[in-house]
């Protein structure tokens, strides 16, 4: 799928994406937001150059971007000539739990016990005050999820038939330039060189384990299907988004609105998300932090994905993905 045509397609001069043409070798492309897209190898004299090899000269590389943002003489041809993939190939990617207050709510009332004696106003009470505590504790919750999991932005989505309650979260997805280890909060958007969509797709009967529930959560099962994780369309540099902590989240699914709110929600914000991570592993160029999803999931509106749906994800300034559900037979 190619993506429709949307003016501007994003916030700022230009951003980074991984582009094929007629089912072609990928390339690191440089796309306008007025939907023209340029090849980077022979623009930087690079046959071998991929978009995380760019990251990982990404101050370098930077300024010869914003350079040929601004030429026109370059052979500039039309987006919708190509197909969109995700723009990057991460070695890792970590991803955030439980880190929009309203969402956390709404499952802690959702994965309640059936002898739960509390009300849902007492369950949401309660959670309340347990996030009210994590955030004066500083301890967000970071796991790993698989790069094969990736999937390009328009993409359809294999929903496996093991999969019992497959589930969306869309997500704001920091991309990492410079490695990271051990960095203050303070240095970890020095870090980071721009910010893509995710939809971070779930099966919540695999969440948590059945046969020993204090293991507790199974992330491999319930996250890490093929193509569980579209991502992109692009990367927006970050000096083009003024603040991560102020944009909107929007999944529709049919059209109709399943997800709508304001980073403002998160508990903790990507630099803190960053620089938890660095603390017990390297980030490395390319890789990804996903910040939480917000409210508004399958769970809490009784509708789990199936075969057919089309979901269409947005963040401010970071354009749109669109994917369709196919089921998988056995």
Known sequence: MKPAALSPLFAGPFALATLSAHAGQEFPALVLPRGTALDLRPALADPTATVRSLLETWDDTLPRLQALAADSSQPWRELEQFTVHAPVEPRQVFQSGANYRQHVIDLHVAHRALDDPLSPEEARAEAAALMDQRAADDLPYVFLGL????????????????????????????????????????????????????????????????????????????????????????????????????????????????????????????????????????????????????????MHWGRLLQDGDVMEGSITGLGVQRTRCVAETS
């Open 147 to 298: 790069p094969s999991a990736i999937t390009g932005p328009y993409d359809d989505v294999t929903l496996p038939y093991s999969v019992e309650q497959p589930d969306w979260e869309l997500e704001l997805a920091a991309v990492v330039s410079r490695p990271a280890y051990r960095v203050t909060v303070e240095q970890a958007l020095e870090h980071i060189a721009g910010y893509t969509i995710a939809n971070d797709l779930t099966d919540r009967a695999t969440v948590f384990r059945r046969d020993m529930p204090q293991i507790g959560t199974d992330w491999l099962a319930s996250k890490n299907a093929p193509g569980f994780t579209p991502l992109g369309p692009w990367i927006v540099p970050a000096l083009s988004v003024a603040d991560p902590g102020d944009l909107q989240v929007t999944l529709k699914l049919n059209g109709e609105v399943m997800q709508d709110e304001s980073t403002e929600d998160m508990i903790f914000s990507v630099a803190r998300m960053v620089s938890y991570a660095s603390q017990y592993a390297r980030l490395l160029p390319g890789d990804l932090v996903l910040t939480g999803s917000p409210a508004g999931n399958g």
